[in-house]
């Protein structure tokens, strides 16, 4: 067992050089898929397979660690901490692009529509402009067009904010039943939030395939289209993310890996869904409702 005044160094690990490879290997494969190159598939594949054997090998060697009891109290603060910096790192990412949504907004376009200093870029560039949002296609000097028909806010988006804010609940009710050592009822919340994960991400993937093929709203559709796709884009990355960090939280539960007491691997992932349960509503609110 640890000792609480000596901190558990693991030996030398290959899980670091590998999740460079793999992360690089899927980051390449995805360019390559983008710009539509020859034996882009394989290489994206490949990355693909190699990031879930690093995420699997990673995982399993810390859970072992853990089983056998090589953390200590000092670890459990280093694991909290670390997990919270990286959460303020992702605030800080999102928050970069909700930026760049507030900046077309509010500022770039009604410049161009010559509100405030940008009365002689619209006389002289732009005079037909007339600012409005959204807005899909890069004006010109004769041609200058807006999108309408946009994704409504109380369809699909309002049963996703439905779907995520429940979740929150499941998971939290799961907490409590770890809490109180109630194993049979920590395993069904984990199931359900589970199950409402997967319910939100096909919703997204419904509401991606109405917005290109019936909306023709693109990823090249103006800053409009930018904004929304790298917006829910990412966000419905980390919701799958969460999604398969819960099923395996769900799956350890199953062996009966936590105790009431000792679960922070749990919390973790809990503290990760709340966050991207706060981030979808400043989405809702700000990409698909104002």
Do not use: C
Not at 10 to 38: C, D, H, R, Y
Not at 173 to 182: F, S
């Amino acid at each position: 067992m640890a000792s609480k005044d000596i901190y558990f160094v693991p030996e030398s690990s290959k899980w670091p050089i590998v999740g460079s490879l793999a992360l690089f290997t899927l980051f390449a494969g995805s360019a390559m898929l983008l710009n539509q190159s020859p034996n882009a598939k394989y290489v994206f594949i490949v990355g693909i397979a190699a990031v879930i054997y690093m995420f699997a090998g990673w995982f399993s060697n810390v859970i072992a660690e853990s089983l056998a009891g090589k953390y200590n109290k000092q670890v459990d603060i280093s694991f909290r901490m670390g997990m919270g910096w990286f959460i303020l790192s992702e605030v800080m990412f999102f928050a970069a692009f909700f930026g760049a949504l507030f900046y077309a907004r509010v500022l770039s376009v009604p410049w161009l529509g010559g509100e405030g200093s940008g009365a002689v870029t619209h006389q002289f560039l732009w005079p037909a402009f007339k600012a409005s949002w959204p807005m899909s296609v890069m004006p010109d000097s004769t041609n200058f067009t807006v999108y309408k028909d946009i994704v409504p806010a109380f369809g699909l988006p309002a049963v996703n904010t439905l779907i995520l804010l429940l979740s929150g609940v499941t998971v939290t009710l799961a907490h409590w039943a770890l809490k109180k050592a109630q194993r049979n009822y920590l395993n069904a919340w984990l199931a359900v939030t589970v199950a409402l994960g997967g319910l939100f991400v096909y919703f997204q993937a419904t509401e991606y395939h109405h917005a290109y093929t019936e909306l023709s709203l693109k990823l090249n559709s103006g800053i409009f289209g930018s904004t929304f796709y790298l917006l829910t884009g990412f966000h419905g990355f980390h919701v799958t993310m969460g999604a398969v960090m819960l099923a395996v939280i769900l799956l350890r539960s199953l062996k009966g890996h936590f105790t009431k007491n000792e679960h922070f691997a749990f919390e973790a992932v809990a503290w990760y869904w709340h966050f991207v349960d706060v981030v979808w509503l400043g989405l809702f609110v700000f990409v698909y409702w104002l």
